[in-house]
C-alpha cells in the first residue's frame, strides 16, 4: 500500500491481558513513531525508531510498554497488564530520514478500548 | 510541563474569512516547526512546516509564520473553506525530538 496501516483498528481487551499494535510504515522510510492520543489530548510521543539505532524509548509511559522494529521496517508496540488509562488511540508515522524538518506520514490509529 | 502549548482549543472562523492559529513553545533548541491537520477517525496528516532560518513559508491558502525571539508561531488559513475544519497540531523538532502541541479545533462555518 501506499500509506502507513495499522491493525488492528480497534481492539477491546479486558484489564490485565496483553495486547499487540502492528504498524506497517511506508516502504523506504527509516523512521517509524509511534504516539498516543487520549481523549481530549494532544499526541503523546512514545518511542521512535531510526534505521539501526536504538530506539528513543524516552517517551514511554511505564514498563509495561515495549516495542520492537524487524528488519528495519514492521514495528509492534506490546502493552503488557493493560489498564484502563491505557484505553487511546495509538497512531503509527514514519518518515523518509530522521526526525529533523521531515514530515511524518501517519497511519490511522488503532484505537484501544480496556474495560 | 508543556514544552508546546496551543492555548486555544476551539476557534470558529466565518468562511472566507481569516483562521490564525497560535503555538507557543519554550525551548530554543527546536530547528523545525511543522503544522498537521487532523479530521476525526484518521491519522494526522502534514500541511506545512518552516525552519528556523526563515520567518515565513507560504504555501497557497496556508502561511506559517515563526518569531523565533518570541518563541511562537502561527498558522494563517486565508481564505478559510468548510473543508478546513479540523484539529491543528503544531509541532516542533530538533535533530532527535519532535513535541507536538495539543491540539485547536478549527470549525468554519457556511
Known amino acids: 500500500g501506499a500509506g502507513v496501516s495499522q491493525s488492528p483498528s480497534n481492539k477491546v481487551t479486558e484489564k490485565g491481558k496483553d495486547v499487540e499494535l502492528r504498524c506497517d510504515p511506508i516502504?523506504?522510510?527509516?523512521?517509524l513513531y509511534w504516539y498516543r492520543q487520549s481523549l481530549g489530548q494532544g499526541l503523546e510521543f512514545l518511542i521512535y525508531?531510526?534505521?539501526?539505532?536504538?530506539?528513543?524509548k524516552s517517551g514511554l509511559p511505564s514498563d509495561r510498554f515495549s516495542a520492537e522494529r524487524t528488519g528495519g521496517s514492521v514495528s509492534t508496540l506490546t502493552i503488557q497488564r493493560t489498564q484502563q488509562e491505557d484505553s487511546a488511540v495509538y497512531l503509527c508515522?514514519?518518515?523518509?530520514?530522521?526526525?529533523?524538518?521531515?514530515?511524518?506520514?501517519f497511519g490511522p490509529g488503532t484505537r484501544l478500548t480496556v474495560t | 510541563d508543556q514544552q508546546v502549548k496551543q492555548n486555544s482549543p476551539s476557534l470558529s472562523v466565518q468562511e472566507g474569512r481569516i483562521s490564525i492559529l497560535n503555538c507557543d513553545y519554550t525551548?530554543?533548541?527546536?530547528?523545525?516547526f511543522l503544522w498537521y491537520k487532523k479530521y476525526p477517525a484518521e491519522g494526522p496528516t502534514f500541511l506545512i512546516s518552516?525552519?528556523?532560518?526563515?520567518d515565513k513559508n507560504e504555501d497557497g491558502r496556508f502561511t506559517v509564520f515563526l518569531n523565533k525571539s518570541a518563541k511562537h508561531l502561527s498558522l494563517h488559513i486565508v481564505p478559510s473553506q468548510p473543508g478546513d475544519s479540523a484539529v491543528y497540531f503544531c509541532?516542533?523538532?530538533?535533530?532527535?525530538?519532535?513535541?507536538f502541541g495539543p491540539g485547536t479545533s478549527l470549525s468554519v462555518i457556511p
Open positions: 516502504s523506504g522510510h527509516t523512521a
Open positions: 525551548n530554543s533548541m527546536f530547528d523545525y
Open positions: 525508531f531510526q534505521g539501526n539505532s536504538a530506539p528513543d
Open positions: 508515522a514514519s518518515s523518509l530520514h530522521g526526525l529533523a524538518g521531515n514530515e511524518q506520514y
Open positions: 518552516i525552519s528556523s532560518i526563515k
Open positions: 509541532a516542533v523538532a530538533s535533530y532527535d525530538k519532535v513535541i
